[in-house]
């Protein structure tokens, strides 16, 4: 019984010697039996195992750098941009004579872009922190121009109390976006449990837009057929307001093709807008599972915000600039959705992948302020009669980068 009691203190005297000071591990499991030792083995793994993963938790602060490639995924933004017509018809018929449809601002395809993303992140013992984040891209971009053809046609652009062709028959017509996209947030954070972290806080996005149309390759001689300065040869003065009317295409190739050489024009049509949202947002973070040093979780994040949308244009009429502008203000919704992938390199630094997906719904893209401008030939002016926020834009695309956790 003695021995037993003996046996029994020994292994108690030895695991807490195991807790507080680990060198006399080696010596107190000499002294036992050899299932004694195992067991002591064993729990010296678990100690090992437990300090390792309070180690992880124990930093408050994070910061995460990464690389951010988001592609638009959709133009919602239903606006023809070049029609075309045979070219047997006159100059004066483009105006009102039945088009058909060669390229329609839906069909512009952006692509990827790529831009930087960092966040700051502090979680205290109470379970309350907050967190900082941004990130941008910028210049998603595409391009797409439809002509010159052989037989020739009419490339047309139509807006309100405006149209436009190419000048000569070399020409074709040519539109291109270009998008850009920033964000910054501040949240106050709230730890539910291991697997669930509430937050809510204020953020800001800027959405700009841009489209601009042109003319390619640019005018090489002044268009003087387009104003009556000049007719095919052998016209009379009296003539020259007829033929001016009734203008073919092929025509642009003759006389009135020739002129004051220029160096070009600037594009017949640009518009831009600028969306700024100011808003709340609320969201939840969760972590999906954990096997070891891998983990991967979520997070939903949904907001309100005040849309203060600008558009601004300049348009060319008779190769001359006019510009207008409009602003308004108007609610606009934002919804977002991450996964996340992060292995844990070593204590403090971890390896991040991820998915991200963006909405954000009730902006100004500058395609659907065409018709939200109107061009008055006599006297010649323009003028913005509003700004469009009837359109929406997704983004997605995927993160990869580093956590330092201290």
């Known amino acids: 019984m003695a021995i037993k009691r003996y046996r029994l203190k020994s292994l108690t005297g030895a695991l ?14 000499a002294e036992l039996p050899p ?14 195992i437990l300090s390792f993963n309070e180690s992880k938790s124990a930093s408050p602060w994070s910061l995460s750098v990464e690389a951010i490639a988001l592609k638009r995924s959709n133009n919602s933004v239903n606006q023809p941009l070049i029609s075309t ?12 004579a039945p088009t058909t449809e060669a390229f329609n601002s839906n069909q512009f395809q952006q692509g990827a872009a790529v831009g930087p993303k960092f966040t700051l992140e502090y979680l205290g013992d109470s379970g309350y922190g907050f967190e900082l984040s941004y990130f941008n891209v910028l210049n998603w971009n595409a391009t797409n121009t439809v002509g010159p053809a052989n037989p020739g046609n009419w490339y047309i652009m139509k807006a309100p ?24 947030e501040a ?31 640019a005018d090489q001689n002044t268009p003087l057929w387009k104003t009556g300065g000049c007719a095919p040869a052998g016209s009379t003065q009296e003539q020259i307001a007829q ?7 092929s025509q642009t190739t003759q006389a009135c093709a020739s002129g004051i050489g220029i160096a070009g024009y600037p594009p017949f049509w640009s518009t831009s807008t600028r969306n700024n949202l100011f808003g709340l947002q609320l969201g939840v973070q969760g972590k999906l599972f954990e096997i070891g040093r891998l983990s991967f979780g979520g997070l939903v994040k949904a907001g309100v915000f005040n849309n203060r949308a600008t558009q601004s244009d300049w348009v060319s009429m008779k190769k001359t600039m006019y ?11 934002a919804g977002e959705g991450i996964l996340h992938l992060k292995y844990l390199i070593t204590d403090g630094i971890s390896i991040k992948m991820g998915y991200q997906l963006l909405w954000l719904d009730r902006m100004a893209l500058a395609p659907g302020q065409i018709p939200y401008v109107y061009s ?6 323009l003028t913005a009669t509003g700004v469009n926020v009837g359109s929406n834009i997704l983004f997605q695309g995927g993160t990869v980068g580093l956590q330092y956790s201290f």
């Not at 020409?171 to 920033?182: H, I, K, V």
């Not at 033929?243 to 295409?249: A, Y």
């Not at 510009?323 to 919704?333: E, F, G, I, L, Q």
Request: hydrophobic content about 35%; charged content about 10%; aromatic content about 12%.
């Open 187 to 217: 949240n106050a954070t709230l730890k539910a449990s291991d697997s669930f972290t509430f937050l809510a806080g204020f953020r800001w996005f800027q959405i700009n837009d841009n489209l601009v149309g042109s003319l390619t390759p």
């Open 85 to 96: 017509l045979p070219g047997t018809s006159t100059f004066g018929e483009t105006l009102n």
């Open 243 to 249: 033929v001016v009317l009734n203008t073919t295409l």
């Open 161 to 184: 109390g405006f149209w436009q062709t190419q000048d000569f028959a070399y020409q074709g017509m040519t539109w291109g976006s270009t998008t850009s996209l920033y964000s910054a």
């Open 323 to 333: 510009s207008s502008s409009a602003t308004t203000d108007h609610v606009a919704y």
């Open 16 to 29: 807490w010697l195991v807790i507080g000071c680990t060198p006399f591990k080696t010596a107190l499991s």
């Open 376 to 381: 008055g030939s006599n006297p010649t002016s």
């Open 35 to 48: 299932q004694g030792a195992q067991g002591i083995d064993a729990a010296s793994k678990s100690i090992e």
